[in-house]
């Protein structure tokens, strides 16, 4: 179920996971930097975000707009993200090209231009991309759970940062960010499709052998702090639906208790037998969409309960209804048969996350980034899944999702009202 | 680089279904879509959103069990299951293809559509309707079809109204079901590991013993070239969402290929490689997201030929300016030889990132065979592709992009 990776370390403390596979004759090419948002001061906030759309935008070698025709012109496609915890680039390409896709990162690893008007003019593009979020109900509450959540720890600020950070950050502190950030040791490469092991480590070692590391070892950031009772907020969203978030601090990626918390998760929320949606969708109709998230981090990560209320629902009655079924599995435990379905969705999504190369390489990258202990880790998924028991899960609510470390957002309709009508002809 | 070399096999069974066995030898999960002769063509004025309404029924249980035995019985098997207005699709381990195949079956052929339940659906459709109207984007696009497609039933949402939701009862669902969801001219693909013969096989054991009487389909009126239109929604948002455009073409339209590279050299090439893209975004700094396309939307019936920006609405002046120089632009003169080479290149060579998931596998050949392209058709498109040239190019913008019957719809910020 977990592919054969082969492993290669560079000197200058680059990393690189290389794993073959030929079902097709494509690779997908991914580099990951162990920086995010996580990484960000004030001031300095949607830094990672900002610099991951200036990789694109010129480098020592590749004038602006050249890797996307470079890419294009080879059939392939390329993408990038940044999260809390990393920064990831990716290129999908056909087998007999895809060597172009480390040429580039390696030529962008420490010479990107970083040019002052290109700096300029992308700044925009990222305030617009800020501005499509705002329009966003569910964006909104989720930044604004997530600001309760995290009151200490750099979690506590969006992704893509405070609108006033963007708008007033200069490029040489970018400059600077980008210099104290990338580096081949802060990097690992992850490559997975129909490659030649040996000639594939040769290149890597060409293209990546000479970069000096950047030294240093990534700050520590502050510890989020045990929270000392529930945390509320209500906003206002355009719209006639009334919408509700829960999350609550819970653990690292990795941990025993992050197994659990997946298990949780599915007997919880995923699917129609799923107990939430039976008690809450089903029979007493509350709302009409109940989703559950456990998403671990490097640092503590957060356990989700989202909602859209059905018309005329008070949300403490929704409140009332999750506090009662979650009551309901730390006293009395959940089923055999429950544990058993979980297990098998669980695998399922496992094997779907394995179906193309690309699929493999993000789910390789992303454990390696954000896992103590690394992408090894993955060969345990199933076992750490089957040991996962009643007791467990009865443990894990009572240690994480105490309605007293709830932090609790509502949106409620209203945002016309307060900024105007709604769509009518003008 | 390999060509594209698919294993597929067909069998049409005696009850006019037609099974497609689509072989992907080393996948470790399946995918499996039927696809029956219905949409929202097939409703009349009071029927609107029925097709949409029993494809989100599909699931709350049949006559051998509830929704949430069905749901149980599909999570025993680590499977998921979506229905559609034409039908339902089914994912999950390669090994439990079989079970969950009888799951598609049953769900299709034996709604019980049950009164508690579709009261709760519709209630729920009455909420994305809700959601929808708050949403500028939504707004724009929805009103954009109106505008575009005129009497054509796509210029109406596929879940219809409030007003048409809270007419439809389970008898008009049973009563739609019967006339419509049968297996004649229907598909049912299954992509995955099987051997060819043996997935056809399975295939067959499942739905060969179905029954019933097609109807025939009335033709859907051609939504003729509007008269221009400038038409904007003003709702209190950051940002503004803009579509520009016209009816687009059908799929099976002889032009259908260069089109797709004119799509690409105008509105729709990877990152910011096209001229809207590149303009408006890379150049301007106006938008986070622009395309521009004509074939993407072409099917059965026309599509549409829709530019579309989000953007601050302090720049959609401007954004409408560049669209329609853009289209100017690629109507007048020959594209670029590099250009040209640029988009078949690119055509070309991600062709095959297309088909990597089983469910994009069945996807394409059921398409195929509707469309009655045949599956030679998925393995020539390369080749007709880096047929076209730019004087193929300049041809079809002339012919199929019209600037004085554009129409022009927004929502957002004023």
Redesign the interface.
């Known amino acids: 179920m977990v592919p054969d990776v082969h492993e290669l370390a560079l000197s200058n403390g680059l990393r690189a996971l290389l794993v073959r596979r030929s079902s097709l004759p494509v690779v997908a090419s991914s580099i990951w930097y162990r920086v995010g948002s996580r990484d960000e001061r004030t001031g300095e906030t949607g830094l990672s975000h900002f610099l991951e759309h200036m990789m694109f935008k010129g480098t020592d070698r590749y004038a602006k707009g050249e890797i996307d025709l470079l890419t294009s012109r080879m059939g392939g496609s390329n993408n990038a993200f940044t999260d809390n915890d990393l920064t990831g680039y990716y290129f999908s390409l056909a087998s007999d090209r895809w060597e172009t896709a480390l040429e580039i990162e390696a030529s962008r690893m420490r010479n990107c231009l970083l040019d002052a008007a290109e700096f300029a003019a992308e700044k925009n593009v990222v305030l617009e991309e800020m501005a499509m979020g705002e329009d966003d109900p569910w964006t909104s509450i989720y930044r604004r759970t997530e600001s309760l959540v995290y009151q200490v720890h750099p979690y506590h600020h969006p992704i893509i940062g405070w609108r006033q950070d963007i708008e007033r950050v200069p490029v040489e502190t970018m400059r600077g960010y980008y210099r104290r950030n990338y580096g081949p040791d802060r990097a690992t490469l992850v490559i997975v499709g129909d490659i030649d092991l040996d000639r594939t480590e040769g290149r890597i070692h060409e293209l990546f052998g000479g970069e000096q590391p950047i030294g240093g070892v990534r700050e520590a950031v502050l510890g989020e702090p045990e929270p000392e009772g529930d945390r509320r907020a209500t906003i206002r969203t355009p719209g006639t639906t009334t919408r509700l978030a829960i999350a609550a601090q819970t653990c690292r990626m990795g941990e025993d208790d992050d197994f659990t918390l997946d298990v949780l998760s599915c007997v919880l929320a995923n699917g129609k037998a799923s107990r939430l949606f039976r008690d809450m969708v089903l029979e007493q109709q509350l709302v009409s969409e109940v989703g559950t998230v456990n998403e671990p981090r490097l640092d503590p990560g957060a356990f989700w309960f989202t909602f859209e209320l059905s018309p005329g629902v008070e949300p403490t009655r929704v409140e009332d209804a999750l506090r009662a079924q979650l009551r309901q599995v730390e006293e009395h435990g959940v089923s055999d048969e429950e544990l058993r379905r979980a297990r098998t969705q669980l695998t399922s999504a496992f094997l779907f996350e394995e179906e193309t190369a690309l699929d493999s390489a993000l789910r390789i990258g992303r454990w390696d980034a954000q896992c103590r202990g690394g992408y090894r880790r993955l060969a345990e998924v199933e076992t750490r899944y089957a040991a996962v028991d009643s007791a467990r899960l009865q443990s894990a609510v009572a240690r994480y999702l105490s309605p007293m470390t709830w932090n609790v957002v509502t949106s409620l309709p209203g945002g016309d009202a307060e900024r105007g009508n709604g769509a009518g002809d003008a | 680089?390999?060509e594209l070399d698919l294993q597929i096999a067909e069998r049409l069974l005696d009850n006019g279904l037609t099974v497609i066995a689509v072989r992907n030898?080393?996948?470790?999960?399946f995918a499996a879509s039927a696809v029956l002769d219905v949409d929202m063509r097939d409703e009349q004025e009071a029927e609107r959103g029925l097709a949409y309404l029993i494809g989100e029924c599909f699931?709350e249980g049949t006559r051998r069990r509830s929704?949430?035995e069905?749901?149980?019985a599909?999570?025993?098997?680590?499977?998921s299951l979506a229905g559609h207005c034409s039908g339902a699709a089914v994912?999950?381990?390669a090994k439990d293809a079989e079970p969950a195949l009888a799951l598609l079956r049953e769900v299709l052929f034996e709604p019980s559509f049950p009164a508690r339940?579709v009261a709760?659906v519709k209630?729920?459709i009455r909420?994305e309707i809700?959601?929808d109207?708050?949403?500028?984007r939504a707004?724009a696009q929805q009103r954009f079809r109106r505008e575009v497609y005129g009497p054509h039933p796509y210029a109406h949402p596929e879940y219809g109204s409030a007003e048409h939701i809270a007419r439809h009862d389970p008898e008009a669902l049973h009563g739609f079901h019967r006339r419509w969801y049968v297996p004649r001219r229907g598909y049912v693909a299954l992509a995955g590991p099987l051997e060819l013969d043996r997935g056809l096989d399975v295939l067959a054991a499942e739905f060969a013993g179905l029954e019933g009487t097609a109807t025939d389909h009335r033709p859907a009126p051609e939504p003729g070239l509007p008269e221009p239109s400038n038409?904007?929604?003003?709702?209190?948002?950051?940002?503004v969402h803009v579509f520009v455009g016209h009816p687009g073409i059908r799929r099976t339209d002889p032009d259908y290929h260069a089109l797709v590279v004119m799509d690409h050299i105008l509105g729709s090439?990877?990152?910011?490689?096209a001229r809207i893209p590149?303009r408006l975004?890379?150049?301007?700094?106006?938008?986070?997201?622009v395309h521009a396309s004509i074939s993407h939307t072409a099917g059965e019936e026309p599509g549409t030929f829709a530019a579309y920006i989000?953007?601050?609405p302090a720049h959609r002046d401007r954004a409408i300016a560049g669209f329609l120089e853009e289209i100017e632009r690629i109507r007048q003169d020959l594209p670029d030889e590099t250009e040209l080479?640029?988009?078949r290149?690119?055509?070309?060579?991600?062709?095959?990132?297309s088909?990597?998931?089983?469910a994009q596998l069945a996807r394409h050949v059921i398409r195929a065979k509707r469309l009655g392209l045949g599956f030679d058709h998925l393995e020539e498109y390369p080749e007709r592709i880096r047929a076209v040239t730019r004087e193929d190019v300049l041809r079809v913008a002339r012919a199929h992009l019209h600037p004085d019957h554009m129409v022009r719809v927004s929502?957002?910020g004023?």
């Open positions: 680089m390999r030898p080393t996948a470790q999960t699931d929704g949430v069905l749901a149980q599909l999570d025993d098997i680590g499977c994912t999950g381990p339940e709760r209630d729920e909420q809700e959601v109207l708050a949403d500028p707004v038409v904007h929604l003003a709702m209190e948002r950051e940002q090439g990877p990152g910011f490689t590149r975004r890379d150049e301007q700094g106006l938008c986070y997201t989000g953007t601050s080479v640029d988009v290149d690119y055509l070309t060579g991600s062709y095959v990132f088909f990597e998931r089983n929502a957002g004023s």
